[in-house]
């Protein structure tokens, strides 16, 4: 096997155990669900969202990835007007699946989510979330040209392995700010990589990811708020990661923000609400890394509809 080759797919099999191995979105503010089980039916409707991100385009094998989510609220009522709505306590459940391309390297996962909605105040809310899930990790041997037919660092065993997932967090919010922690791939279950001068297998285990969150809306003008939020995500032995985004909205149905990502990338975005059912998102990247010299940025699209929303609501309540 080429020793080129073959060093790249080591790093890229032993990227999955020690470096990021979650995909990363610069529009999570969107989709927080994609981070905390805990949003699971924090909204009126039930609430869909596809998105797809093309990392680093025009590098060969750079990561591709999709991802679909649909969660929606259980026995949600409320008592009185609009206004003065008693809220009571709610269940919310959902599902995702995502599945990230990397050169010959597919991680797909697949989780099924549950929340618990509690008031505090009128208009203060704590939830709690859990989804427990699966994740498979394969590795196309139609792209990997090798110089035997038995070479071991392709036909190992592990070609296809599919591990147990468990997320879960807690999220504090109203229809002005929130804070979220979550924990993802909790459950530390092992999985094997090859290491150069070795004639044995060592064990690597899932990494545990941690994320804090936390935004506010701010009304600064009739019809126009200023949305600031921030992530920071701990995922050892990875350096801590850090995204601060700022995104205008107008009467709640466009909305522009740049978002950046620490030493990593530079961001603009940009939506829009356009009906009760649909809405809309695109941003691109700009790398702040040395990579930049090697690709053009990278692209996210995001298409949301909200279903069963009798309301009409246009712009989310809980989750904007």
């Known amino acids: 096997m080429n020793r080129l080759l073959a060093l790249g797919i080591l790093l890229l099999l032993a ?3 020690l ?3 979650k995909p990363q979105y610069t529009q999570y503010p969107l989709n927080n669900y994609l981070l905390n089980p805990a949003i ?23 990561p591709q990835s999709f991802y679909a989510t649909f969660h929606t609220p259980l026995n949600k009522s409320h008592m009185g007007s609009n206004m ?8 919310g459940m959902g599902a995702m699946v995502m599945t990230t391309r990397t050169g010959p390297l597919k991680r797909t996962s697949l989780s099924a989510s549950y929340a618990y909605h509690q008031p505090l105040a009128q208009n203060l809310k704590v939830a709690a979330g859990v989804a427990p899930g699966l994740i498979q990790y394969s590795l ?8 035997t037919d038995a070479d071991p660092a392709v036909l190992d065993g592990r070609i296809n392995e599919i591990k147990f997932d468990l997320n879960m967090g807690l999220w504090l919010y109203s229809d002005r700010f929130y804070v979220g922690v979550a924990g993802a791939q909790l459950v530390p279950s092992k999985r094997q990589y090859i290491s150069p001068g070795s ?26 708020d200023v949305i600031p939020s921030v992530m920071v995500k701990l995922a050892q032995p990875s350096t801590p990661s850090v995204d601060a985004t700022v995104r205008v909205l107008y009467a709640n149905r466009l909305w522009a923000g740049i978002s950046y990502r620490h030493q990593e990338s530079v961001a603009a975005m940009a939506g829009i609400n356009i009906s009760p059912l649909l809405d ?5 990247d700009a790398s702040a890394s040395p990579l930049a010299k090697v690709h053009a940025g990278s692209h996210e699209v995001v298409l949301g509809f909200k279903l069963r929303n009798t309301r009409k609501i246009l712009c989310p309540e809980w989750a904007w």
Do not use: C, M
Not at 40 to 62: F, N, P
Not at 84 to 91: G, T
Not at 280 to 284: E, H, P, T
């Open 15 to 17: 990227g999955q155990v």
């Open 19 to 21: 470096a990021q191995q």
């Open 40 to 62: 699971s039916g924090i909204e009126d409707y039930a609430d869909v969202k596809l998105g797809s991100r093309q990392q680093w385009s025009g590098l060969e094998g750079a």
């Open 84 to 91: 003065y709505r008693r809220a009571r306590p709610h269940h």
């Open 140 to 147: 196309d041997q139609g792209y990997v040209k090798t110089g």
């Open 199 to 224: 004639v044995e297998d060592n064990k690597g285990q899932l990494q545990k990811h941690f994320f804090v969150t936390g935004g506010a809306r701010l009304e600064v003008a009739h019809e126009l």
């Open 280 to 284: 809309l998102a695109y941003s691109y």
